[in-house]
């Protein structure tokens, strides 16, 4: 079973939540985009309006390893310069709106996604279980919502949040992985080797190009303070330490979940993912409700409450940790049960691997929630 052996066999494309108008404050323009973050179209997009990415707004993130298309909002008065074509992205003006797109501006994503390198059993595997994942499915978070943990041991924010900001940036500085540019990696493990001599890393990283990089201005910082780790830190991309609080924050959800999976189901299975292992429940007696986000400030009560507190007993967590000033954790409710809309499955020869199958799933899914998800659910890995 192979997922996204290249662009086109994972498409996901937003569903806003409004209707463009004629004019507007914010000029608003539907981005295509093959092999880039979010982050880095929004970059493009910007560097072509000339202006400064707070003056950018899109709605939610989407995979680099995907073929998408989602809607941004830009302040301009040249609302024309944000209509280029370029290798990998191309953008379109399609209307204006009073206010900026913000984070959750989304009724969902439609996805089409091509599963390859199948067997005749895990067609039939997947087959069968439409009826059950139509019935519903855990809402978990999944492995792209855990980039942080790649290259690495542990969650940047529980470090932080711990009070052991020095391990946090360690981690942040030194973690490496395959997609990451030659240069870097190198940087990378200099920096690993050679931890505390910030004057010499400044030096030889700057010698290798990457004096604009994060690396250089975190380095930059402890020259002129040593100790300042906390300091150092701030100096990472806001969107990026975002992400590092909200992956904690979805780590200890998907444990919540779990358990509420395990007290609620006749049998389980489980799937591997980028944190852990996730349960997934066959005969689910659980009735539609939300669970909320671990925050400092959250109510709950009875068996929900236990259940949090052997979750934080398991990470030797309590709840006051997350009062920080470091993150404003919120006690956001999210929906348990995820229902996938118009799920259809078609099977066919795989193209690319004789003697294989392959299936092309198409549905919609609600916002925040993972296409991911859908398919651990249907071929039960």
Known sequence: ?????????????????????????????????????????????????????NKIGFAGLKDAHARTVQYFSAETGEPQKGVFREKNVTSELVGFADEQIRTGDLVGNKFIITVRELEKEQIETAKRNVESVNQGIPNYFDSQRFGSLKG??????????????????????????????GV????????????????????????????????????????????DFKGAFQKTFAGVRQLFFSAYQSYIWNECVKRLVRKTSKEVFSVPYEAGKLVFPRGWSLADRTFPLVAGDMNVQGDDRAIVQEVLKQEGMQLIDFFSDAHMFIARERHV??????????????????????????????????????????FEQ
């Open 1 to 53: 079973m192979k997922l996204r052996q290249i662009p086109d066999d994972f498409i996901v494309e937003e569903v806003p939540d409004k209707e463009w108008k004629p004019e507007g404050k914010f000029a608003v323009y539907k981005v295509a985009k093959v092999g880039l973050t979010t982050f880095a179209a929004e970059k493009i997009l910007a560097r072509n309006l000339g202006v400064k990415f």
């Open 152 to 181: 690495t041991t542990g969650f940047i924010a529980k470090d932080v949040l711990r009070g052991d900001v020095e391990s946090a940036l360690k981690k942040v500085l030194t973690a490496t992985t395959k997609h990451q540019k």
């Open 184 to 227: 870097v990696r190198k940087a990378r493990k200099m920096i690993a080797r050679e931890w505390g001599r910030w004057a010499e890393l400044l030096v030889e990283v700057e010698k290798m190009g990457l004096e604009r990089a994060s690396e250089a201005a975190m380095l930059r910082h402890l020259v002129q303070n040593p100790i």
């Open 337 to 378: 049960k995820l229902y996938p809309s118009g799920l259809a499955l078609e099977d066919a020869d795989d193209e690319r691997c004789p003697g294989k199958k392959k299936l092309t799933l198409t549905f919609a899914l609600p916002k925040g929630s993972y296409a991911t998800i859908v398919t651990k659910a249907l």
